[in-house]
C-alpha cells in the first residue's frame, strides 16, 4: 500500500506561480516513477509530468516550458512547480505513483488561477 498526500494548493492571479509537493510513505519510493494528472470541472483527467526512478521527465505540451517536475528521493516527495500561470491550469492536481506495487493516487489538491 502507498499513500500519497498532496499539498500546495491555492488561488492564485494569473502570471503567479505555485509550487506542489506529494509526500509518500509505504513503498520504495525511490525506485516509483511519479506524476502529477489534473482534472479541470467536465474535462477528462490528463496528464501533466511524470518523473522517472532514474529522473528522465515527460511535459504535457500545455506546461512546457513553465511546470517543473522534480523528486527528493531522501524525503520521498515530488514536487510541481509551475510558473506563468494560467486560468486554463485552473484544476485538481493528483499525484501518482507507480512502480511495482501498482498505480496509488493522492487525495487531489485544487489550483485555482484568476483572470
Known amino acids: 500500500q502507498v499513500q500519497l498526500v498532496e499539498s500546495g494548493g491555492g488561488l492564485v492571479q494569473a502570471g503567479g506561480s505555485l509550487r506542489l509537493s506529494c509526500a509518500a510513505s509505504?513503498?520504495?519510493?525511490?525506485?516509483?516513477?511519479m506524476g502529477w494528472y489534473r482534472q479541470a470541472p467536465g474535462e477528462q483527467r490528463e496528464l501533466v509530468a511524470v518523473?522517472?526512478?532514474?529522473?528522465?521527465?515527460k511535459y504535457a505540451d500545455s506546461v512546457k516550458g513553465r511546470f517543473t517536475i522534480s523528486r527528493d528521493n531522501a524525503k520521498n516527495t515530488v514536487y510541481l512547480g509551475m510558473n506563468s500561470l494560467k486560468p486554463e491550469d485552473t484544476a485538481v492536481y493528483y499525484c501518482?505513483?507507480?512502480?511495482?506495487?501498482?498505480?496509488?493516487w493522492g487525495q487531489g489538491t485544487q489550483v485555482t488561477v484568476s483572470s
Open positions: 518523473i522517472t526512478s532514474g529522473g528522465s521527465t
Open positions: 501518482i505513483s507507480r512502480g511495482p506495487m501498482g498505480d496509488y
Open positions: 509505504g513503498s520504495d519510493f525511490s525506485i516509483n516513477a
